[in-house]
């Protein structure tokens, strides 16, 4: 009974220490099964963060932004154009006007203003009534018409009473020729007065009937706007006094000043592209129609006048300063606006839009969406990101707000350049510096 029992007793501990075995082999297996899963997971994330950041660093300079965040600081985007920058010749000058285009009112003779009929700024036409004169001695010049006209009946008929006697012979020579001598200095001073009074703008016929004007009208010379009114009513003028001046800016031109060295180059006919430089670099267009052939003797310069294209539309003023390109060559250069270079660490750059890193800033927001919750609301914002490198660029001339430029390296086909705000962009790449 007691080896039947000890048996037994051996045969459980036996079945015990296999049981046990069975399990610690099993433990070991899964903890050598999750360590080498722990590992593979912890060897892919780090291949995955590798790759990351070889792209970030290849793209280390780029910078991203929202069309909101470019609307906001007024960034706009263009493309390279071709500018004709290399074959002109920068003069600079103003605008003025014809001598025939403009005229001093003046009165034809001395008085007093009585009536003003325009203010300064008015346009008038030719032959328009501008102010009223009053003086007695133009009183006595038509009473001294009416008096000579009066008497004239009496001359004329005295010279055909004594051409009458001559033709009987009944009179003598004398007499005819002193009747005829009267006669002649009657109609020399009529005719003399009468145009006096056309001149004033008076109609001798009307003072014949005994019509006398007591105020004598001013008229405008040319048509246009009444600039400097000098009179007031109640002043005294004389025929020396200017009393207004009048302009007319339909044939406004340009005078530009060109010194020697690039005199030779200028010809009648050249196109040339003006600025104007205290309306907003508005630009307008021309051609070189005359060259003066004597130097200014100020600063050893001639004076070139070019007409300006529908001029009048522009509403300039005589006296603006201009800046202007006379174009000499047809020779064409790659350039951007002035605004779309900038210097940074001694050199020159633009921006352009990075359409590989566009590429991928899409796929790395649409990662970024999978992961949130709202993905609606997440790329609504995140579509309309673009993103821009700095390329450096070796600058040429400069001109009419555009400046050549040449790309150190190859630049992308078709490059799209940011063309205003840069400057903005490049604060951004320095963490907020400003470089000027």
Do not use: W
């Amino acid at each position: 009974m007691n080896t039947v029992n000890k048996i037994k007793d051996i045969v459980i501990m036996s079945v015990t220490i296999i049981v046990m075995l069975i399990s610690a082999f099993t433990m070991v297996s899964c903890n050598s099964s999750g360590k080498q899963e722990v590992e593979i997971s912890d060897s892919t994330a780090a291949n995955k963060k590798k790759i990351s950041d070889k792209a970030e660093e290849e793209h280390s300079e780029a910078i991203e932004l929202t069309t909101e965040q470019m609307k906001a600081v007024g960034i706009e985007i263009g493309k390279v154009e071709l500018k004709n920058l290399s074959s002109v010749i920068k003069a600079s000058g103003q605008l003025e006007v014809p001598p025939q285009n403009k005229a001093d009112v003046t009165s034809l003779i001395g008085g007093v203003i009585k009536r003003i009929f325009v203010l300064e700024g008015n346009y008038v036409k030719k032959g328009q009534t501008l102010a009223m004169i009053e003086n007695p001695e133009f009183i006595k010049l038509q009473q001294e018409y009416l008096s000579i006209k009066k008497g004239h009946t009496y001359t004329m008929q005295e010279f055909e009473r004594q051409k009458e006697l001559k033709e009987n012979n009944a009179g003598t020579g004398k007499i005819y020729q002193q009747a005829e001598s009267n006669l002649l200095a009657e109609q020399a001073r009529l005719t003399g007065l009468e145009a006096q009074m056309k001149q004033f703008g008076i109609n001798p016929a009307s003072i014949a009937n005994g019509n006398i004007v007591t105020q004598l009208p001013i008229r405008a010379p040319i048509g246009g706007v009444i600039g400097h009114i000098n009179i007031n009513v109640g002043s005294y003028v004389d025929v020396t006094k200017s009393l207004m001046d009048i302009i007319d800016n339909s044939n406004i031109h340009c005078d530009l000043l060109v010194f020697e060295k690039d005199l030779f180059k200028v010809k009648v006919g050249q196109e040339v592209n003006f600025i104007l430089t205290n309306q907003d670099n508005r630009q307008i267009t021309g051609r070189v129609y005359g060259i003066n052939q004597s130097f200014e003797s100020e600063n050893k310069a001639v004076i070139v006048h070019a007409v300006i294209k529908d001029g009048a539309k522009y509403k300039l003023i005589p006296g603006m300063y201009v800046s202007a390109l006379i174009k000499v060559g047809n020779e064409s250069v790659t350039a951007v606006p002035v605004d779309a270079v900038v210097k940074s660490e001694g050199k020159e750059y633009v921006f352009i839009v990075d359409e590989e890193l566009q590429e991928s800033v899409k796929d790395k927001d649409q990662e970024e969406k999978e992961e949130k919750t709202d993905k609606k609301e997440e790329s609504k914002g995140d579509e309309n990101k673009l993103a821009f490198k700095m390329v450096e660029v070796i600058t040429g001339v400069a001109e009419l707000g555009y400046i050549q430029i040449t790309f150190a390296d190859k630049a992308p086909e078709n490059a799209r350049v940011v063309t205003k705000g840069a400057f903005y962009i490049l604060s951004k790449t320095k963490g907020g510096e400003e470089e000027e």
